[in-house]
Every structure is written in C-alpha cells, then in structure tokens.
C-alpha cells in the first residue's frame, strides 16, 4: 500500500492548463448542445400536434415516449459534446 503524502501531485502542464479552460468553455459547450437538441424535439412536438393532432394514447406508453425522446436526446447532445472536445474545443478557445 502507498503512504499517504497529504497532497495530490501536480498535473502534466498541458493538462493543467485543460483543465482550468473546462469550466467555462467545456460546460457551455455541453449546455448548448443540450438545449439545441431538445430544442430540435420541442419543436417537432409543436409542428407534430399542428399537424397531425391530438393523439390519444395510454399512460404507460406516454411515459415510454418521453423516456425514449429523454433517451435519444441525452445521447445525441453528449455525442456532440465529446467530438467537439476531443477535437479541441474546450481547451483551445
């Protein structure tokens, strides 16, 4: 077992300096990737009950659409979050 030392170790330089530009580019970037896709769904919805109507469906399966559109949202919002990073995004604006 290691002995304890009290304090962590220093980062390499360059991934200090990622890590304090994470904050306030990296979470914008996560921020606004989220609103731009649920967004994307919000409006559907509202051009989906223009134009098709109300459509009447039961409890459990409404609750299976919305964890599905949850679901795909999260997923395409996080996909795009990390290809901006890993391209460079958050540590070299």
Same mark, same amino acid.
């Given at each position: /077992? #290691?002995?304890?030392? +009290?304090? !962590?170790?220093?980062?390499?330089?360059? #991934?200090?300096?990622?890590?304090?530009? $994470? @904050?306030?580019?990296?979470? %914008?970037?996560?921020?606004?990737?989220? #609103?731009? &896709?649920? %967004? +994307?769904? *919000?409006? %559907? =919805? *509202?051009?989906?009950?223009?134009?098709?109507?109300?459509? $009447? &469906?039961?409890? &459990?399966?409404?609750? #299976?659409?919305? !964890?599905? *559109?949850?679901? &795909?949202?999260? =997923?395409? =919002?996080? @996909?795009?979050?990390?290809?901006? /990073?890993?391209? %460079?995004?958050?540590?070299?604006?």
């Amino acid at each position: /077992m #290691l002995p304890k030392l +009290g304090r !962590a170790p220093s980062p390499h330089p360059a #991934l200090q300096r990622s890590a304090t530009r $994470y @904050w306030p580019t990296g979470v %914008g970037i996560s921020l606004s990737n989220t #609103l731009l &896709v649920f %967004g +994307g769904f *919000v409006a %559907g =919805a *509202v051009l989906w009950q223009r134009f098709a109507g109300t459509v $009447y &469906v039961r409890p &459990v399966v409404a609750t #299976l659409v919305v !964890a599905t *559109v949850a679901f &795909v949202a999260t =997923a395409i =919002a996080d @996909w795009h979050t990390k290809n901006v /990073m890993l391209r %460079g995004g958050a540590i070299n604006a």
